[in-house]
Structures are given as C-alpha cells and as structure tokens.
C-alpha cells in the first residue's frame, strides 16, 4: 500500500490519559499535515511539517497536543491528559507539492475519550 | 483568519439529475480551492481543484466553477450516479509558497443519490 498510513484506526482511553497516534505518509512527500475531523465538520487544520522542522500549529493546538516528524518521516501526535472533548477522527495528509496541493489524506485514528 | 461556508447541507437528487454545491469564503488572498468527497467512514479524496487564475476547469462529469470577485466556487456534477453519494467537503487556502498553507474547509454537503 502505497497510500498515508495511520495507526491505530480506533482508540478508547480513558480521560486524563495520554494517547499518542502515528502517521506514515506517502515516501517522496515532503509536507505532512495534522486535521482534527469531528462529527458533521469538515477537517480542521492543526499542523504542519516541512521535512522534520515543524512549521505552524493551529489555536486548536493546546499546550496538551505535540507533535514529531524525526528524520522527517513518519510523524506522531500525542495527546496528554485528554478530555473528552478530544474525541474526534486524528486525520494525516501528505503532499507532493511544496504546499496543500493535492493533498493525499490517510483513513484516520478515531479516539474516544470515556 | 479564512472562513468558508457551504450549502446546501444535505442534497437529494435524482440519479441521472445534475447536483451543485455552493461555498463562499472570506479571505480576499485565497487563491486555491479544492473539493474533496468523504465516503461513509473512508478518507477524504481530492475530486478537482481550481486556483484563483481560472474561471472554471472540468474534469468528466465534474465541474467547478470560481467567481473572485463574489469570492463564491461551485461544484456541479451531471448525470448522478448511485457511486456520487457521498458528503462533499469545499475548501480555501493562500498558497504563499512559504507560509501555512492551512485548508480551511466547509462544514460538508451530504449529497444523495435517489434511484
């Protein structure tokens, strides 16, 4: 599968626990973007990597949310201490383009937070 | 910051019928806009994009049309077919080169294909 990858598909914690998410993108794209994707909305930007430097983080990024692309590969969220309000399908998309073009998005991680 | 609505919410035609989904936004810089379509629990696909320096592009039977000066874009599709229901997101971004480049998307049209 040449496609973004993310793991898990689904997860349940519980709240005030931490979670953390990965997302593989396509090999040669050099852009990878985080979106927050919740019941009956669109997608909701929340950062973004440019090679391995990360290069914006959204208002919707509380100090609980940080994100890593090491070696500019793969990248990973994490959320600390969640809440329930954080429920919502994580979504990864990756880009061929220097910027938002075509983006490519992954299947998502689902997290419900109990 | 950009702020991108869309109508309708939910859209039922019938198959064989032409189906189109407006959106406005508010960013007078927002030079690229793409539509994408979300299937019942799969990822969202990019369908057809349009940059701010055409009036229309076409793509079968998928059409967007941009009108700058109203700062409104449409998707049309003609000749529905069963496999066109989905929900449609539109989107707006300023492609800087060098700067967020955040899609600010819709909030989604459920568009429903009646046999």
């Known amino acids: 599968d040449t496609g973004v990858s993310q793991n898990p598909r689904h997860k349940i914690t519980k709240r005030g626990q931490n979670v953390t998410f990965r997302c593989d993108p396509i090999?040669?794209?050099?852009?990878l973007y985080w979106y927050r994707q919740t019941l009956g909305q669109g997608p909701e930007f929340l950062t973004y990597?440019?090679?391995?430097?990360?290069?914006?983080k959204s208002r919707l990024l509380s100090d609980r949310f940080s994100a890593e692309r090491p070696k500019g590969s793969f990248s990973t969220l994490e959320i600390q201490r969640t809440e329930q309000g954080d429920s919502a399908m994580y979504l990864c998309?990756?880009?061929?383009?220097?910027?938002?073009?075509?983006?490519?998005f992954g299947s998502g991680t689902q997290l419900s937070v109990l | 910051g950009e702020n991108v609505e869309q109508h309708p919410s939910t859209l039922s035609v019938q198959e064989g019928d032409s189906a189109v989904i407006k959106c406005t936004y508010s960013?007078?810089?927002?030079?690229?806009f793409p539509w994408y379509k979300q299937e019942l629990g799969k990822r969202p696909q990019l369908i057809i994009d349009?940059?701010?320096?055409?009036g229309e592009k076409k793509d079968q039977r998928i059409a967007v049309t941009l009108n700058k000066t109203a700062k409104h874009f449409s998707l049309h599709i003609t000749e529905t077919q069963p496999e066109d229901s989905a929900v449609y997101f539109c989107?707006?971004?300023?492609?800087?080169?060098?700067?967020?480049?955040?899609?600010?998307f819709g909030k989604g049209t459920h568009l429903i294909i009646q046999p």
């Open positions: 998309a990756s880009s061929p383009t220097g910027g938002v073009e075509k983006l490519f």
């Open positions: 090999s040669e794209h050099n852009r």
């Open positions: 990597f440019q090679n391995e430097a990360q290069l914006e």
């Open positions: 960013d007078s810089a927002s030079n690229y």
């Open positions: 349009i940059r701010s320096n055409v």
């Open positions: 989107a707006a971004s300023h492609l800087s080169g060098g700067g967020a480049d955040g899609l600010t």
